[in-house]
Each structure stands twice: as structure tokens, then as C-alpha cells.
């Protein structure tokens, strides 16, 4: 059975960093062809894809973010990190983690997390 | 990037009735084309891949068509859990993105 939860501050100040870990079962990202996403999503609002890590560490970013996104993965302890500089009001969000194979969509999804930005 | 957009942004149907949602991408994503569902305080839920493929456990009256910039959702007959906002998604290898939503409400 595959679950993904986020983790992470539920509150940050204009300016910091965004630190978010998404800890998985139920795969592993030494599989081949398997993957790990981040998106989010402002209150009211809709889907926005952030970013993407491989089993082989190809990462994909999101055009209008990159600059501000980092993904990496700890295959020992079955997590993916996001980063995310220079946080906004607008960027508060939920934030998903979810799962995904080479050449399909997203297809288990954690819980998402909450992200407020606010002084 | 591939920009996606859905119409219309909120339908309103009777229990029953069927419904159907369009999506539309700026150029081609061959099948590359998923749908997900979302109820308010939950993650989506994959309906739809391959734009036209069920999901495990998706009920056979959510249905999906098209290919290359076209995409049709039909759900043949509402139930009460169907109305929620349904969101189409394009899944080429270099990048993923969203439409916009369609809500479907009660009329």
C-alpha cells in the first residue's frame, strides 16, 4: 500500500525559506521509473504543479518557480525535500506530495500540509 | 509550457443527469491527459489517465475521449458523491501542468 505524508512548518515569515519533507511506503525510489512531485494549491484555488525528482535524480521544475525550488531525495530513509526561497504571502498554500511512474500522472497523493506565510 | 484550460468553470446539474467537461491544452499532448476529482479538504483523486483509461477502482460511469488538444470528462449519471471540482492535467515528461478546475454543483 503506497502513502505519502508531508511535513514541515505550518507558518513562515515573508523572506524565509520553505523547508517541506514528503516521507513515502510502500515504494522505493530505487525502483526504476518511479517518482516524486510536489504541488500546491492557495486556498480557493487551483492545482499548481512545483516540482519533480526521479528514481535516477533527474529533477523537473516548474518554469515560472525555478529559481526558488530545490528537490532532492533520501533514498535510505524514503523522502523527498522541497525548498522553496524568498517565501510570500502568496505563497501560502497546501502543499502535496505524490507519487508517480514514468509515463503516468500523479496516482497516490499525501494529505497536504498547510503553508501560511504571514509576518 | 503547455497551458491548460477546462470549461465550463462551474456546472450545475440535477442528480442523475449526465455531465460533461471540457479540456483543452495550447499544443499537443498526444494522450498524455489525466483527470482528477477533488472534494473541499482533500487531495485529488485520479480518475483518468491516459485520457480515456479508469483508474482502480473509478466507477465505469466516468468516462474520457480525446487526444492531441481535446479533451471530453463525461460522467453519465450523477450521484450525490460526484459533485466536487474536476481538474484536468497534462503529464509530458519535461513538465506537468493544471487546468483551472470546473466545480460541478447541485442544480
Known amino acids: 500500500q503506497i502513502t505519502l505524508k508531508e511535513s514541515g512548518p505550518t507558518l513562515v515569515k515573508p523572506t524565509q525559506t520553505l523547508t517541506l519533507t514528503c516521507t513515502f511506503s510502500g515504494f522505493s525510489l530505487r525502483t526504476n521509473g518511479v517518482g516524486v512531485g510536489w504541488i500546491r494549491q492557495p486556498p480557493g484555488k487551483a492545482l499548481e504543479w512545483l516540482a519533480f525528482i526521479y528514481w535516477n535524480d533527474d529533477k523537473r521544475y516548474s518554469p515560472s518557480l525555478k529559481s526558488r525550488l530545490t528537490i532532492t531525495k533520501d533514498t535510505s530513509k524514503n523522502q523527498v525535500v522541497l525548498t522553496m526561497t524568498n517565501m510570500d504571502p502568496v505563497d501560502t498554500a497546501t502543499y502535496y506530495c505524490?507519487?508517480?511512474?514514468?509515463?503516468?500522472?500523479?496516482?497516490?497523493w499525501g494529505q497536504g500540509t498547510l503553508v501560511t506565510v504571514s509576518s | 509550457e503547455i497551458v491548460m484550460t477546462q470549461s465550463p468553470a462551474t456546472l450545475s446539474v440535477s442528480p442523475g443527469e449526465r455531465a460533461t467537461l471540457s479540456c483543452r491544452a495550447s499544443?499537443?499532448?498526444?494522450?498524455?491527459l489525466a483527470w482528477y476529482q477533488q472534494k473541499i479538504g482533500q487531495a485529488p483523486r485520479l480518475l483518468i489517465y491516459g485520457a480515456s483509461a479508469r483508474s482502480t477502482g473509478i466507477p465505469a460511469r466516468f468516462s474520457g475521449s480525446g487526444s492531441g488538444t481535446e479533451f471530453t470528462l463525461t460522467i453519465s449519471s450523477l450521484q450525490s458523491e460526484d459533485f466536487a471540482v474536476y481538474y484536468c492535467q497534462q503529464y509530458t515528461e519535461w513538465h506537468f501542468t493544471f487546468g483551472p478546475g470546473t466545480k460541478v454543483d447541485i442544480k
Open positions: 505524490a507519487h508517480r511512474r514514468y509515463g503516468d500522472p500523479f496516482d497516490y
Open positions: 499544443q499537443s499532448v498526444s494522450n498524455n
